[in-house]
């Protein structure tokens, strides 16, 4: 229950295209969900996150769409550009535990090509 | 803001030597820090959650006596791994969050291999 499930493992998509990498978990009392993205050799940077009481959130070229009902969450990646090929972790974590912990999906490695 | 360094960012030891890694929380109060480990092509594996002032709390599975982790002030926190043996080759990342938020900010992580 304390899983988040990130599919496609991986995806390749050309430049100017979209990226859409989906997640899902199962623990109802998860109320916050990030996105991160990690280049070879590198930390994870938090990308943008989301809560529950919205079903959208946008930041420049990212978008995550939220659906509670189905405990689904998406990471929307328009015109896509090979900067942007990287390892994306999506995440999840349950406010209320008070212990802070980030359950990570499997992560997805994204290849832009020119 | 919410920079997060670690040192060093490789370190190479024999096997049976102790490694102490560094994380830092330069612009902020990090009332916690988490340990994580990663392989390669591989998702973070929490080790350990450390809170300013208290014991880590460890996750199932990792040693506590193997990898000890001290968080003694509100921006540093260290994990040495102890008797480091080859399998302990890994990539670590540290994190650290402020009172009050969900949100991680990573360091750059610490590339440890063990001959």
């Known amino acids: 229950q304390q899983q988040v499930k990130q599919s496609p493992q991986s995806l390749i998509v050309q430049k100017g295209g979209i990226s859409i990498i989906n997640c899902a978990y199962e623990?109802?009392?998860?109320?916050?969900f990030p996105w991160y993205q990690q280049f070879p050799g590198k930390g994870p940077a938090l990308l943008i996150a989301?809560?529950?009481?919205?079903s959208e959130k946008k930041e420049g070229r990212f978008t995550i769409s939220f659906n509670k009902s189905a405990k689904q969450f998406s990471l929307h990646i328009m015109d896509s550009q090979p900067g942007d090929s990287a390892t994306y972790f999506c995440?999840?974590?349950?406010?209320?535990?008070?212990?802070?912990?980030?359950?990570f999906g499997q992560g997805t490695t994204l290849q832009v090509k020119p | 803001g919410a920079v997060v360094s670690q040192h060093p960012s490789r370190v190479i030891c024999k096997s049976g030597t102790s490694v102490k890694i560094e994380c830092r929380s330069l612009?902020?109060?990090?009332?916690?820090m988490f340990w994580y480990r990663q392989f390669p092509k591989q998702s973070l594996m929490l080790m350990a959650t450390?809170?300013?002032?208290?014991?880590?709390?460890?996750e199932q599975g990792v040693e506590k006596d193997k990898f000890l982790i001290n968080h003694a002030s509100l921006t540093l926190s260290t994990l040495t791994v102890t008797s480091a043996h080859p399998e302990d080759s890994s990539f670590y990342i540290c994190?650290?969050?402020?009172?009050?938020?969900?949100?991680?900010?990573f360091g750059p992580g610490t590339r440890l291999t063990v001959l």
């Open positions: 450390s809170n300013e002032g208290s014991k880590a709390t460890y």
């Open positions: 989301i809560r529950p009481d919205v």
């Open positions: 994190s650290a969050s402020w009172q009050g938020t969900d949100t991680q900010y």
């Open positions: 995440a999840a974590a349950d406010g209320s535990s008070n212990t802070g912990k980030l359950i």
């Open positions: 623990n109802t009392a998860f109320d916050y």
């Open positions: 612009d902020f109060q990090a009332t916690t």
